[in-house]
T-cell receptor, first 112, second 112 residues
Framework: EAQVTQNPRYLITVTGKKLTVTCSQN?????MSWYRQDPGLGLRQIYY???????DKGDVPEGYKVSRKEKRNFPLILESPSPNQTSLYFC???????????FGQGTRLTVV | AQSVTQLGSHVSVSEGALVLLRCNYS??????LFWYVQYPNQGLQLLLK??????LVKGINGFEAEFKKSETSFHLTKPSAHMSDAAEYFC??????????FGRGTSLIVHP
């Protein structure tokens, strides 16, 4: 089954403790991206990747890192999480950037 | 700069009534336009898309949208609302570099 898998689905952590949210897709898609969803603000793009070893900042990249060492994986790294990074995070992939995006189920992150 | 405006953060309709969710965009190049739906506790999934060709696009679950270049609009409609249509709806448009931008979302509430 074609899918985008994020882990974990829920995470509560403390300020400053490094964490990684994993994202994997099995559709051989070139384009992958991370979004955060906050009430009233919709989806805002954090980082995206056009292909392996090619990443770029989205609209709200501060406090986040990503890597794309393999085509299928695109982890989101928070080196020193802060409470303002409490949000619902989505990973998405598509064949190309302007084709249909497939979304993961989301990761609800709470930073206390 | 690319942008998407969804008019109304909440739209409330009665079951069986017409659904109209509004989306206006700005783009310096011919756009690719998408509508996604997000059910509670789930990721987004594609409802329909416009790339080129016919301006009236039909999607899943009885939804359709019409691309009107002169009005820079891509409104989503459904003739008769069903309780199961209650969800968050997002309009998205590609930027000139083909990176998608999402609107802030419209929550559709369906009353019995």
């Amino acid at each position: 089954e074609a899918q985008v898998t994020q882990n974990p689905r829920y995470l509560i952590t403390v300020t400053g403790k490094k964490l990684t949210v994993t994202c994997s897709q099995n559709m051989n898609h070139e384009y992958m991206s991370w979004y955060r969803q906050d009430p009233g603000l919709g989806l805002r793009q954090i980082y995206y990747s056009m292909n392996v070893e090619v990443t770029d900042k989205g609209d709200v990249p501060e406090g986040y890192k990503v890597s794309r060492k393999e085509k299928r994986n695109f982890p989101l790294i928070l080196e020193s999480p802060s409470p303002n990074q409490t949000s619902l995070y989505f990973c998405a992939s598509s064949f190309k950037a302007n084709t249909e995006a497939f979304f993961g189920q989301g990761t609800r992150l709470t930073v206390v | 700069a690319q942008s998407v405006t969804q008019l109304g953060s909440h739209v409330s309709v009665s079951e069986g009534a017409l659904v109209l969710l509004r989306c206006n965009y700005s783009s310096s190049v011919p756009p690719y336009l998408f509508w996604y739906v997000q059910y509670p506790n789930q990721g987004l999934q594609l409802l329909l898309k416009y790339t080129t060709g016919a301006t009236l696009v039909k999607g899943i679950n009885g939804f359709e949208a019409e691309f009107k270049k002169s009005e820079t609009s891509f409104h989503l409609t459904k003739p008769s609302a069903h309780m199961s249509d209650a969800a968050e709806y997002f309009c998205a448009v590609t930027r000139g570099s083909y990176i998608p931008t999402f609107g802030r979302g419209t929550s559709l509430i369906v009353h019995p």
